[in-house]
């Protein structure tokens, strides 16, 4: 079992900042990728980014490239994103996801565990 932490939530205005972290412990030297995830009530999970484990390379939704970055440390089995010029549309519960095999990083499908998610609120 994989057990996944995240953190860093919180409100900022518009233009601002956060950065989230995600911690995975447990059975993890089987990881293909990590990702996030975002939703807002009444809508699916939406893909944010993924990041590949051994080369390390990354994948952005659209709505997040130039302003979101994901990045990791496998030596501390932790990943973040960075979150910059964040917009009031950014708002939703950050999710973050393990996944053990090189499917589709795109879906949720892809990802074998997942996080207990961290509210992000941006004002206007």
């Known amino acids: 079992q994989v057990h996944l932490v995240e953190s860093g939530g919180g409100l900022v205005q518009a233009g601002g900042s956060l950065r989230l972290s995600c911690t995975a412990s447990?059975?993890?030297?089987?990881?293909?990728?990590m990702g996030w995830y975002r939703q807002v009530p009444g809508k699916e999970r939406d893909f944010v980014a993924a990041i590949t484990w051994n080369k390390g390379s990354t994948i952005y939704t659209d709505s997040v490239k130039g302003r979101f970055t994901i990045s990791r440390d496998n030596a501390k089995n932790t990943v973040w994103l960075q979150m910059n010029s964040l917009e009031p549309d950014d708002t939703a519960v950050y999710f973050c996801g393990l996944a053990l095999t090189p499917l589709n990083l795109r879906v949720t499908t892809g990802y074998n565990y997942w996080g207990q998610g961290t509210q992000v609120t941006v004002s206007s």
């Open positions: 447990g059975r993890t030297s089987g990881t293909f990728a």
